[in-house]
């Protein structure tokens, strides 16, 4: 590139008459054709560019007049003292086989503080991988999770103690629900049960849940330690997401039927009106099937409006309760 300069540049010269990258190339390219009022086959001729190239160099930079061929400087230190302070000490501990983590944990006591972020950005600059998932017992010492107890019916203490809890509140529906006998209404419907959490203990854990606001299942893993919601259950614990889940998809539909009807006949010896009508809940349930006759279209219950098209080989169907009699 500019081939026509004078071997006997000098030094202090050569930096500008002597481009060392694309963008200082270009640059001089353009001032030679735009400001110099080089032809434009000469200009393309001591820049290093085809005839072609330089045409299409010139009209984006004809629709772009304003690039930015020279970056501001950054401002601050060039690299961040603490980083390289404590460079070698990072890749030191990352031969131990300690994650991000423990390294800005061990950093913390023995050194000084370094945040895992910036110990991340070490060990990707110096090439390091992830380390594989670890289990617990490979993990060095420290604190760890407490693993919360296996639910079970016979663990439960009764023994006069305090203690606090955030489910106070679900105490004030005891007395509805023990004149109800929910224990015998929930065997006659046939609802899954075992030895360590009987089908009563189990739905109390769920009804607490969704007594307490919009909690579901899967988010009871917040609360496995609180001792309130595990005694309105009847249970040393209450059980973990894995046995709600696998519980509510263990429910015959004809169960729920016979909890309906068996709950509403309890309310009524208890004195409660029944009630002549009920809401009806629609849910949008995908389909998957080939028998176009099932398949109805899909409408929003809030605005009565088609709800947006489902994807390609997916129908909807709207289910419901059935009619309770």
């Avoid at 004809?254 to 629609?282: T, V």
């Amino acid at each position: 590139m500019f081939n026509d300069l004078s071997e006997s540049l000098t030094e202090l010269t050569r930096p500008f008459l002597q481009p060392q990258n694309s963008t200082h190339r270009q640059y001089e390219a353009l001032r030679a054709y735009f400001v110099e009022g080089l032809p434009s086959a000469e200009a393309a001729r001591r820049g290093g560019y085809t005839a072609g190239s330089f045409r299409v160099l010139v009209h984006q930079f004809r629709q772009n007049p304003h690039r930015q061929f020279f970056l501001p400087p950054a401002k601050g230190p060039k690299a961040a003292p603490k980083t390289e302070r404590l460079r070698e000490k990072v890749i030191a501990l990352r031969k131990q086989n300690l994650s991000i983590y423990d390294i800005s944990q061990a950093l913390t006591r023995e050194v000084e503080p370094l945040s895992p972020v910036a110990v991340s950005l070490i060990l990707k600059q110096e090439g390091y991988a992830r380390l594989p998932r670890r289990q617990d017992e490979e993990r060095p010492p420290g604190n760890h999770p407490d693993a919360a107890a296996v639910a079970n019916v016979a663990a439960l203490d009764l023994s006069p103690r305090k203690f606090r809890t955030r489910f106070g509140g679900l105490f004030l529906f005891l007395p509805a629900l023990v004149p109800a006998h929910l224990d015998g209404i929930l065997a006659q419907a046939g609802f899954p049960a075992s030895q360590m959490v009987p089908a009563a203990h189990a739905m109390r854990s769920l009804l607490g849940l969704k007594l307490f606001g919009t909690a579901r299942h899967s988010h009871v893993m917040s609360y496995v330690f609180d001792e309130g919601l595990a005694l309105f259950a009847g249970l040393n614990v209450v059980p973990k997401r894995s046995f709600l889940t696998e519980y509510s998809c263990r429910m015959a539909p004809e169960a729920h039927h016979k909890l309906m009807r068996l709950w509403f006949d309890a309310m009524g010896k208890l004195g409660l009106p029944r009630g002549a009508s009920f809401d009806l809940d629609f849910h949008t349930v995908p389909f998957h099937g080939e028998d176009a006759a099932v398949c109805i279209a899909s409408w929003g219950t809030a605005s009565a409006t088609a709800t947006r098209p489902p994807r390609a080989g997916t129908s909807s169907v709207i289910w419901s309760m059935p009619p309770l009699k």
